[in-house]
T-cell receptor, first 117, second 108 residues
Framework: GAGVSQSPRYKVTKRGQDVALRCDPISGHVSLYWYRQALGQGPEFLTY????????KSGLPNDRFSAERPEGSISTLTIQRTEQRDSAMYRC???????????????FGPGTRLTVL | TQLLEQSPQFLSIQEGENLTVYCNSS?????LQWYRQEPGEGPVLLVTVVTGGEVKKLKRLTFQFGDARKDSSLHITAAQPGDTGLYLC????????FGTGTSLTVIP
């Protein structure tokens, strides 16, 4: 079956512009996660959803970052007024339902490489 | 703040050699996972360990969870070029925490 997909795969934008990154999870996966990953480093947790409800957004760096999942499927991570320091790989993952402290298998998408000029 | 520190950060070895990667934390985790990430791809789950002292084997890979559930190790026997990649430990609290990563290169 289809895995997690993300679009666009590459995004180049100018400082100050807004960007929207899309994630389409595996069908039937209730939990959806957003991460930011620097080259050669582990993913940094940003936020996650169960169904359409955002469970934890404490990992979002500042209020320029927001995420939504209005129908409990596709999710969008939006960065407003982008800055050069926002340049990174943004990864989405999905899984069967996850509740904090437990474990399950996350399936990752290919990521969106964001470059802010 | 990185809750999970991995060592070494980089490792380059010859095919056939053995190696161990360490994942350490000051926090207790109910479980730890190990993922492998190949260039250009997302991480893929290798194993989950849930009991203190647990040892799991996956072919040439041996995973151990520390008795106090604060640390874990990954041992690879007779490394092969296909083992090349970024190895990540991960633990779940209120968020999901990934380790700092170990980049392994196995030279043919």
């Amino acid at each position: 079956g289809a895995g997690v997909s993300q679009s666009p795969r590459y995004k180049v934008t100018k400082r100050g512009q807004d960007v929207a990154l899309r994630c389409d999870p595996i069908s039937g996966h209730v939990s959806l996660y957003w991460y930011r990953q620097a080259l050669g480093q582990g993913p940094e947790f940003l936020t996650y959803f169960n169904y359409e409800a955002q469970q934890d957004k404490s990992g979002l760096p500042n209020d320029r970052f927001s995420a939504e999942r209005p129908e409990g499927s596709i999710s969008t991570l939006t960065i407003q007024r982008t800055e050069q320091r926002d340049s990174a790989m943004y990864r989405c993952a999905s899984s069967l339902i996850w509740r904090g402290g437990s474990y399950n298998e996350q399936f990752f998408g290919p990521g969106t490489r964001l470059t802010v000029l | 703040t990185q809750l999970l520190e991995q060592s070494p950060q980089f490792l380059s070895i010859q095919e056939g050699e053995n190696l161990t990667v360490y994942c350490n934390s000051s926090s207790v985790f109910s479980s730890l996972q190990w993922y492998r990430q190949e260039p250009g791809e997302g991480p893929v789950l290798l194993v989950t360990v849930v009991t203190g002292g647990e040892v799991k084997k996956l072919k040439r890979l041996t995973f151990q969870f520390g008795d106090a559930r604060k640390d874990s190790s990954l041992h690879i026997t007779a490394a092969q070029p296909g083992d090349t990649g970024l190895y990540l430990c991960a633990g779940a609290g209120n968020q999901f925490y990934f380790g700092t990563g170990t980049s392994l290169t196995v030279i043919p």
